[in-house]
């Protein structure tokens, strides 16, 4: 049974720093694009990041461009969300997502159960 477990959320001060970790299990995890995406109180879901199966492409939201990095190891199938200059409209669950088809209509077929991150003023 494929399983995606995120770790890395929390409590973190405006202005700081967080990495988010992704790690797969049952999955040919190199055959997947990653996706981070985010949810938060009373929101829809809402797309952050992606990174192609081999890692040489990425595609970020224009919320999160600049300051977020989307990252992955295939060695360790393991994608991560490196999050930087965080804001409090940053506060959300985020969640992992592994797809596969075209670059811009990824279907994304195996979801983790997220991790809160929030971030203080």
């Known amino acids: 049974q494929v399983q995606l477990v995120e770790s890395g959320g929390g409590l973190v001060q405006a202005g700081g720093s967080q990495r988010l970790s992704c790690a797969a299990s049952e999955l040919t995890f190199s055959r997947y694009t990653m996706g981070w995406f985010r949810q938060a109180p009373g929101k829809e879901r809402q797309f952050v990041a992606r990174i192609s199966w081999s890692g040489t492409t990425t595609y970020y939201a224009t919320s999160v461009k600049g300051r977020f990095t989307i990252s992955r190891d295939n060695a360790k199938n393991t994608a991560y969300l490196q999050m930087n200059s965080l804001k409090p409209e940053d506060t959300a669950v985020y969640y992992c997502?592994?797809?596969?088809?075209?670059?811009?209509?990824?279907?994304?077929?195996?979801w983790g159960q997220g991790t809160q991150v929030t971030v203080s003023s």
């Open positions: 997502a592994a797809g596969l088809g075209y670059w811009y209509s990824i279907n994304y077929d195996y």
